[in-house]
């Protein structure tokens, strides 16, 4: 469409054989930009092929209608009627004030559009944040979880003491906007920066408490290249927890029993099951809690279940996971346990499950959860 509008925005102008010259000429600096490989919004708006035609992307998440997506068609419209209003202001008199007029508030909406998109950037941190606490455990989680086009979400958060302590520190992304945190019911003073939740209060050895904490957030987070790395929208969503804080948490794998009511538009898959066979209510105990939804298929073999890209061929790919799994467990630089590399080599996995995440921020292409593994995506 960008193509037409200038060739016969330059047939409308020119009138002569020339005007094919200057539209080919146009069109290369479009080309031109295209042929860059950027993570910016601008040069998205301007690439005129598939943003992915260049880099590795996956496609588990097919196209993901969120607030990028949207901007970007908005834009190439307004660049379109800018185009036309120009043309439109040279080549008519009664109305150029109109259409310039026009032109001026394409122009401003194109501006305001590329604003937006760069304060809408969400982007992998690399290396992930840690923390690691001896004064507290968590002992388990209750969620009201909603996963369409954001997260909102609900914790209860039930802790443990082990001494005393003046503050209680979670792990949670600073793209979530904390909307309310009590203690035992009562609000308490709180801040959330640096993807750390820190909330002021005073504990004494042995007690426990119900922690309450409320928040939502739209989810797009995109790696260095700028492909859509974790993400939540009504058909597809990632959220694999140990590299990614959706929910608060801390570093320390220790098992916590998760009672998680979950309200999707799309077919779950998660390291826990479904309770009694309820889609929509995930129990178990765990040291996270992980969610996929996409393209995707399930295939169960030898006591197996396999999460796969529809993509994949699954001979192919369990015949490459057993050199997968041997070359992480040989990968002294990987983040696994004693536990789960044990887990490997026993073959003691119920699920493989086949997520994303970036490779140089640890675990590389494979995180053990109890008796499930999950899979970095390759192609």
Aim: aromatic share 14%; glycine share 4%; proline share 2%.
């Amino acid at each position: 469409m960008l193509a037409a509008t200038i060739g016969s925005t330059m047939g409308l102008l020119l009138k002569n054989g020339f005007s094919i010259f200057v539209s080919i000429a146009i069109y290369s600096l479009f080309l031109w930009e295209s042929a860059k490989v950027t993570n910016t919004p601008l040069h998205k708006f301007f690439n005129i092929f598939d943003d992915y035609t260049y880099i590795f992307s996956n496609n588990i998440s097919g196209v993901l209608f969120n607030t990028p997506y949207f901007l970007d068609k908005l834009f190439v419209v307004f660049l379109i009627l800018l185009i036309l209003f120009i043309s439109f202001s040279i080549l008519t008199y009664t109305k150029r004030v109109h259409f310039v007029v026009y032109a001026s508030f394409s122009l401003l909406a194109m501006i305001v559009i590329t604003v937006l998109s760069y304060e809408n950037i969400q982007s992998v941190e690399a290396p992930i944040k840690t923390i690691k606490t001896d004064t507290y455990n968590i002992e388990s989680y209750k969620m009201d979880l909603i996963l369409n086009k954001k997260i909102e979400n609900k914790a209860d958060i039930h802790i443990r003491f082990l001494r005393e302590t003046k503050n209680i520190v979670f792990l949670i992304d600073n793209i979530f906007k904390i909307k309310n945190v009590t203690v035992n019911e009562q609000p308490v003073e709180y801040s959330h920066q640096e993807n750390q939740l820190i909330i002021n209060s005073l504990h004494r050895q042995n007690e426990e408490v119900e922690v309450m904490i409320t928040y939502e957030g739209n989810v797009h987070v995109q790696n260095d290249l700028g492909v859509e790395t974790y993400y939540v929208s009504y058909n597809a969503i990632n959220l694999p927890a140990e590299v990614f804080y959706w929910y608060p948490t801390t570093s320390d794998k220790q098992l916590m029993k998760f009672d998680v009511h979950v309200k999707a538009t799309t077919n779950l898959y998660s390291n826990l099951s479904a309770s009694n066979g309820k889609p929509s209510v995930f129990k178990g105990s765990a040291t996270s809690i992980n969610f996929f939804a996409g393209e995707y298929k399930a295939i169960s073999k030898d006591g197996i279940k396999y999460v796969i890209p529809i993509s994949y061929n699954f001979e192919a790919f369990q015949s490459s996971l057993t050199s997968w799994l041997k070359e992480a467990v040989e990968n002294k630089s990987n983040d696994l346990t004693k536990t789960e590399i044990a887990t490997i080599k026993n073959k003691d996995y119920q699920k493989v499950i086949v997520g994303v995440w970036p490779f140089n921020i640890g675990y590389d292409g494979v995180q053990v959860v109890e008796d499930t593994i999950l899979m970095n995506y390759m192609e």
